[in-house]
Nanobody, 126 residues
Framework: QAQLVESGGGLVQAGGSLRLSCAAS????????MGWFRQAPGKEREFVAG????????NYADSVKGRFTISRDNAKNTVFLQMSSLKPEDTAVYYC???????????????????WGQGTQVTVSS
Protein backbone atom coordinates (compact mmCIF):
# COMPACT_ATOMS: atom_id res chain seq x y z
CA GLN A 1 0.00 0.00 0.00
CA ALA A 2 0.96 3.61 -0.47
CA GLN A 3 0.96 6.49 1.96
CA LEU A 4 -1.15 9.42 0.76
CA VAL A 5 -1.24 12.90 2.31
CA GLU A 6 -3.83 15.45 1.20
CA SER A 7 -3.51 19.19 1.62
CA GLY A 8 -5.06 22.38 0.33
CA GLY A 9 -8.47 22.25 1.93
CA GLY A 10 -10.01 25.20 3.68
CA LEU A 11 -12.88 27.66 3.85
CA VAL A 12 -13.92 29.43 0.66
CA GLN A 13 -16.91 31.45 -0.47
CA ALA A 14 -19.30 30.13 -3.07
CA GLY A 15 -17.93 30.73 -6.54
CA GLY A 16 -14.36 30.51 -5.33
CA SER A 17 -11.59 28.03 -6.09
CA LEU A 18 -9.29 25.65 -4.25
CA ARG A 19 -6.59 23.25 -5.34
CA LEU A 20 -6.16 20.05 -3.40
CA SER A 21 -2.91 18.12 -3.47
CA CYS A 22 -2.22 14.47 -2.73
CA ALA A 23 1.40 13.54 -2.17
CA ALA A 24 2.10 9.83 -2.53
CA SER A 25 4.93 7.72 -1.17
CA UNK A 26 5.62 4.02 -1.32
CA UNK A 27 4.25 3.75 -4.85
CA UNK A 28 4.54 5.83 -7.98
CA UNK A 29 1.37 7.48 -9.20
CA UNK A 30 2.01 6.63 -12.85
CA UNK A 31 1.65 2.92 -12.16
CA UNK A 32 -1.68 3.03 -10.32
CA UNK A 33 -5.06 4.60 -10.81
CA MET A 34 -5.75 7.64 -8.63
CA GLY A 35 -9.05 8.98 -7.42
CA TRP A 36 -10.63 11.71 -5.34
CA PHE A 37 -13.65 10.97 -3.19
CA ARG A 38 -15.59 13.11 -0.75
CA GLN A 39 -17.86 12.56 2.21
CA ALA A 40 -20.28 15.12 3.56
CA PRO A 41 -21.75 14.86 7.07
CA GLY A 42 -24.44 12.21 7.21
CA LYS A 43 -23.77 11.04 3.67
CA GLU A 44 -21.88 8.17 2.12
CA ARG A 45 -18.49 8.62 0.54
CA GLU A 46 -18.84 9.45 -3.15
CA PHE A 47 -16.57 9.47 -6.16
CA VAL A 48 -15.45 12.86 -7.42
CA ALA A 49 -12.75 12.34 -10.05
CA GLY A 50 -10.24 9.80 -11.28
CA UNK A 51 -7.20 9.52 -13.50
CA UNK A 52 -5.99 6.18 -14.72
CA UNK A 53 -2.42 4.95 -14.31
CA UNK A 54 -1.37 6.06 -17.80
CA UNK A 55 -2.90 9.49 -17.42
CA UNK A 56 -4.82 9.05 -20.66
CA UNK A 57 -8.25 8.72 -19.08
CA UNK A 58 -9.92 11.05 -16.61
CA ASN A 59 -13.48 10.82 -15.39
CA TYR A 60 -15.71 12.89 -13.14
CA ALA A 61 -18.92 12.72 -11.19
CA ASP A 62 -21.72 14.51 -13.01
CA SER A 63 -22.02 16.96 -10.13
CA VAL A 64 -18.50 18.33 -10.68
CA LYS A 65 -18.03 18.04 -14.45
CA GLY A 66 -16.87 21.30 -15.95
CA ARG A 67 -15.88 22.68 -12.53
CA PHE A 68 -13.22 20.26 -11.23
CA THR A 69 -10.08 19.04 -12.94
CA ILE A 70 -7.84 16.17 -11.85
CA SER A 71 -4.20 16.23 -12.87
CA ARG A 72 -0.87 14.89 -11.75
CA ASP A 73 2.82 15.70 -11.58
CA ASN A 74 4.78 12.49 -11.97
CA ALA A 75 8.06 14.13 -10.97
CA LYS A 76 6.53 15.17 -7.65
CA ASN A 77 4.49 11.97 -7.32
CA THR A 78 1.51 14.19 -6.58
CA VAL A 79 -2.07 14.32 -7.80
CA PHE A 80 -4.13 17.49 -7.80
CA LEU A 81 -7.79 18.39 -7.81
CA GLN A 82 -8.47 21.89 -9.08
CA MET A 83 -11.91 22.97 -7.91
CA SER A 84 -13.60 26.04 -9.37
CA SER A 85 -17.05 27.60 -9.14
CA LEU A 86 -17.44 25.97 -5.76
CA LYS A 87 -20.90 25.51 -4.30
CA PRO A 88 -22.03 25.00 -0.71
CA GLU A 89 -22.97 21.42 -1.65
CA ASP A 90 -19.29 20.74 -2.38
CA THR A 91 -18.63 20.99 1.36
CA ALA A 92 -17.12 17.69 2.50
CA VAL A 93 -13.99 15.92 3.59
CA TYR A 94 -12.03 15.11 0.44
CA TYR A 95 -10.00 11.92 0.25
CA CYS A 96 -7.29 10.84 -2.14
CA UNK A 97 -7.14 7.18 -3.13
CA UNK A 98 -4.79 4.92 -5.07
CA UNK A 99 -5.21 1.44 -6.43
CA UNK A 100 -5.83 -0.69 -9.48
CA UNK A 101 -4.64 -0.36 -13.01
CA UNK A 102 -7.31 0.19 -15.61
CA UNK A 103 -7.07 0.76 -19.35
CA UNK A 104 -10.06 3.08 -19.40
CA UNK A 105 -11.99 5.29 -16.99
CA UNK A 106 -11.15 4.72 -13.34
CA UNK A 107 -13.84 2.81 -11.42
CA UNK A 108 -16.00 5.15 -9.40
CA UNK A 109 -16.30 2.81 -6.43
CA UNK A 110 -14.20 3.01 -3.29
CA UNK A 111 -13.57 -0.74 -3.32
CA UNK A 112 -11.36 -0.36 -6.39
CA UNK A 113 -8.77 1.51 -4.30
CA UNK A 114 -6.56 0.05 -1.57
CA UNK A 115 -4.75 3.10 -0.24
CA TRP A 116 -6.37 6.19 1.24
CA GLY A 117 -5.29 9.49 2.68
CA GLN A 118 -6.55 10.97 5.92
CA GLY A 119 -8.72 13.55 4.17
CA THR A 120 -8.83 17.32 3.98
CA GLN A 121 -11.83 19.47 4.87
CA VAL A 122 -13.36 21.73 2.24
CA THR A 123 -16.03 24.14 3.42
CA VAL A 124 -17.89 26.38 0.97
CA SER A 125 -19.90 29.20 2.49
CA SER A 126 -22.94 30.71 0.79
Amino acid sequence: QAQLVESGGGLVQAGGSLRLSCAASGRTINTYDMGWFRQAPGKEREFVAGINWSGVYTNYADSVKGRFTISRDNAKNTVFLQMSSLKPEDTAVYYCAMGGRTWSAVPSVSGAFDSWGQGTQVTVSS
